[in-house]
Nanobody, 124 residues
Protein backbone atom coordinates (compact mmCIF):
# COMPACT_ATOMS: atom_id res chain seq x y z
CA UNK A 1 0.00 0.00 0.00
CA UNK A 2 1.37 3.41 -0.98
CA UNK A 3 1.95 5.73 1.94
CA UNK A 4 2.97 9.38 1.97
CA UNK A 5 3.84 10.95 5.31
CA UNK A 6 4.51 14.68 5.61
CA UNK A 7 6.52 16.33 8.36
CA UNK A 8 8.28 19.59 9.09
CA UNK A 9 5.35 21.94 9.50
CA UNK A 10 5.13 24.43 12.33
CA UNK A 11 4.72 28.06 13.30
CA UNK A 12 7.18 30.73 12.18
CA UNK A 13 7.32 34.49 11.87
CA UNK A 14 7.14 36.24 8.53
CA UNK A 15 10.47 36.09 6.77
CA UNK A 16 11.39 32.77 8.32
CA UNK A 17 12.00 29.39 6.73
CA UNK A 18 10.73 25.83 6.99
CA UNK A 19 11.58 22.62 5.19
CA UNK A 20 8.80 20.13 4.64
CA UNK A 21 9.50 16.45 4.05
CA UNK A 22 7.39 13.71 2.51
CA UNK A 23 8.46 10.13 3.07
CA UNK A 24 7.10 7.82 0.37
CA UNK A 25 6.84 4.05 0.55
CA UNK A 26 5.07 1.15 -1.12
CA UNK A 27 5.46 2.13 -4.79
CA UNK A 28 7.74 1.12 -7.68
CA UNK A 29 6.70 3.55 -10.41
CA UNK A 30 9.33 4.48 -12.98
CA UNK A 31 7.27 7.37 -14.38
CA UNK A 32 5.80 9.68 -11.76
CA UNK A 33 5.37 13.18 -10.49
CA UNK A 34 5.29 14.27 -6.89
CA UNK A 35 3.79 17.54 -5.80
CA UNK A 36 3.00 19.82 -2.92
CA UNK A 37 -0.47 21.32 -2.58
CA UNK A 38 -1.85 23.61 0.09
CA UNK A 39 -5.26 24.63 1.32
CA UNK A 40 -6.17 27.43 3.70
CA UNK A 41 -9.56 27.72 5.42
CA UNK A 42 -12.15 29.05 3.01
CA UNK A 43 -9.89 28.71 -0.03
CA UNK A 44 -9.53 26.19 -2.83
CA UNK A 45 -6.68 23.71 -2.88
CA UNK A 46 -3.69 25.23 -4.65
CA UNK A 47 -0.80 23.54 -6.37
CA UNK A 48 2.51 24.78 -4.97
CA UNK A 49 5.30 22.84 -6.67
CA UNK A 50 5.89 19.58 -8.51
CA UNK A 51 8.79 17.45 -9.66
CA UNK A 52 8.69 14.51 -12.06
CA UNK A 53 10.86 11.50 -12.81
CA UNK A 54 11.88 13.00 -16.16
CA UNK A 55 13.34 16.04 -14.40
CA UNK A 56 10.48 18.44 -15.02
CA UNK A 57 9.75 20.92 -12.23
CA UNK A 58 7.04 23.51 -11.85
CA UNK A 59 6.10 26.19 -9.32
CA UNK A 60 3.10 28.33 -8.63
CA UNK A 61 3.76 31.98 -9.43
CA UNK A 62 3.05 32.90 -5.82
CA UNK A 63 6.01 30.86 -4.52
CA UNK A 64 8.48 31.08 -7.41
CA UNK A 65 11.83 32.30 -6.17
CA UNK A 66 10.99 31.54 -2.54
CA UNK A 67 10.27 27.80 -2.50
CA UNK A 68 12.37 24.95 -3.87
CA UNK A 69 11.18 21.40 -4.48
CA UNK A 70 13.66 18.55 -4.48
CA UNK A 71 13.84 14.82 -3.94
CA UNK A 72 16.28 12.29 -2.61
CA UNK A 73 15.64 9.11 -4.56
CA UNK A 74 17.89 7.02 -2.31
CA UNK A 75 15.73 7.97 0.67
CA UNK A 76 12.41 8.06 -1.23
CA UNK A 77 11.82 11.49 0.25
CA UNK A 78 10.39 14.67 -1.23
CA UNK A 79 11.28 18.09 0.18
CA UNK A 80 9.91 21.59 0.00
CA UNK A 81 12.29 24.29 1.17
CA UNK A 82 10.27 27.39 2.01
CA UNK A 83 12.08 30.70 2.48
CA UNK A 84 10.85 34.25 3.01
CA UNK A 85 7.56 32.96 4.36
CA UNK A 86 4.59 35.30 4.46
CA UNK A 87 1.27 35.08 6.33
CA UNK A 88 -0.39 34.25 3.01
CA UNK A 89 1.55 30.97 3.01
CA UNK A 90 -0.41 29.77 6.05
CA UNK A 91 -2.18 26.56 5.06
CA UNK A 92 -2.29 22.82 5.40
CA UNK A 93 0.35 21.42 3.06
CA UNK A 94 -0.17 18.07 1.36
CA UNK A 95 2.22 15.77 -0.45
CA UNK A 96 0.85 13.92 -3.48
CA UNK A 97 2.00 11.29 -5.99
CA UNK A 98 0.82 10.55 -9.52
CA UNK A 99 1.87 7.40 -11.33
CA UNK A 100 2.40 9.22 -14.63
CA UNK A 101 4.19 12.32 -15.85
CA UNK A 102 1.09 14.19 -16.94
CA UNK A 103 1.28 17.90 -17.78
CA UNK A 104 0.24 20.28 -16.39
CA UNK A 105 1.30 19.17 -12.93
CA UNK A 106 -0.84 21.45 -10.77
CA UNK A 107 -4.11 19.58 -11.28
CA UNK A 108 -5.06 17.80 -8.07
CA UNK A 109 -7.22 15.23 -9.88
CA UNK A 110 -4.14 13.91 -11.70
CA UNK A 111 -2.64 12.66 -8.44
CA UNK A 112 -3.37 9.17 -7.20
CA UNK A 113 -2.11 9.23 -3.61
CA UNK A 114 -2.10 11.84 -0.86
CA UNK A 115 -0.54 12.31 2.52
CA UNK A 116 -2.35 13.44 5.64
CA UNK A 117 -1.00 16.99 5.56
CA UNK A 118 1.18 19.14 7.77
CA UNK A 119 0.18 22.56 9.07
CA UNK A 120 2.24 25.67 8.31
CA UNK A 121 1.39 28.86 10.17
CA UNK A 122 3.17 32.15 9.44
CA UNK A 123 2.58 35.07 11.77
CA UNK A 124 3.24 38.73 11.09
Amino acid sequence: QVQLVESGGGSVQAGGSLRLSCAASGYTYSNYCMGWFRQAPGKKREGVAAICSDGFTNYADSVKGRFTISQDNAKNTLYLQMNSLEPEDTAMYYCALMRRTTRPTMIADFYNYWGQGTQVTVSS
